[in-house]
């Protein structure tokens, strides 16, 4: 297994995760969606050009991807793995309200730089997707549940998550 998506709504830890999978196994580079989607200033690139950058990276022998479920289409079919974080709604508000300070005046590490973090603009864009929670995860569902011949993991707790790190690690 070269080629691992970790996807789920904002908030249930991709990006946390995905370090972790990436200190595993150091020799598979880790890519972020949203360093691939963002310019600064939490702007978005046109579609084209964020289609054309995704696939430079999934043209790679080995991947870790991680992000939300709009990268799904485009990387399931070249993906060997898919971990679909989906932690309960109460923890991923809990991540979304604390998110904004610990990174508060500067880019989390996962992001393009000029993407500060600022509480206000956090606690926005948290509550739209606190209220999205369901139409993220309708999607995810439905690409996991359609995904074949792949390694796939749904994980709703922290066992979860250790289950799947053991299976990377030892590859």
């Given at each position: 297994?070269?080629?691992?998506?970790?996807?789920?709504?904002?908030?249930?830890?991709?990006?946390?995760?995905?370090?972790?999978?990436?200190?595993a196994?150091p020799?598979?580079?880790?890519?972020?969606?949203?360093?691939?989607?963002?310019?600064?200033?939490w702007?978005?690139?046109?579609?084209?050009?964020?289609?054309?950058?995704?696939?430079?990276?999934?043209?790679?022998?080995a991947?870790?991807?991680?992000?939300?479920?709009?990268?799904?289409?485009?990387a399931?079919?070249?993906?060997?793995?898919?971990?679909?974080?989906?932690?309960?709604?109460?923890?991923?508000?809990?991540?979304?309200i604390k998110?904004p300070?610990?990174?508060?005046?500067?880019?989390?590490e996962?992001?393009?730089?000029?993407?500060?973090?600022w509480?206000?603009?956090?606690?926005?864009?948290?509550f739209?997707?606190?209220?999205?929670?369901?139409?993220?995860r309708?999607?995810?569902?439905?690409?996991?549940?359609?995904?074949?011949?792949?390694e796939?993991?749904?994980?709703?707790?922290?066992v979860?998550?250790?289950a799947v790190?053991?299976?990377?690690?030892?590859?």
């Amino acid at each position: 297994m070269q080629k691992l998506i970790v996807t789920g709504a904002n908030g249930s830890g991709k990006s946390h995760f995905a370090a972790r999978l990436s200190k595993a196994r150091p020799e598979v580079p880790l890519m972020s969606f949203d360093s691939i989607k963002l310019t600064t200033n939490w702007v978005q690139k046109p579609r084209a050009e964020i289609d054309a950058a995704l696939a430079g990276v999934l043209a790679q022998p080995a991947w870790i991807l991680e992000g939300g479920p709009s990268l799904l289409k485009q990387a399931l079919p070249v993906a060997d793995g898919l971990v679909w974080l989906d932690p309960p709604e109460a923890l991923r508000a809990w991540r979304l309200i604390k998110r904004p300070w610990g990174s508060m005046g500067r880019t989390r590490e996962e992001l393009p730089d000029g993407n500060v973090d600022w509480p206000w603009q956090q606690y926005r864009f948290a509550f739209r997707s606190l209220r999205k929670g369901a139409k993220f995860r309708g999607k995810i569902s439905e690409a996991f549940d359609a995904a074949e011949g792949l390694e796939k993991w749904r994980c709703r707790k922290e066992v979860d998550r250790s289950a799947v790190l053991e299976v990377w690690s030892s590859l």
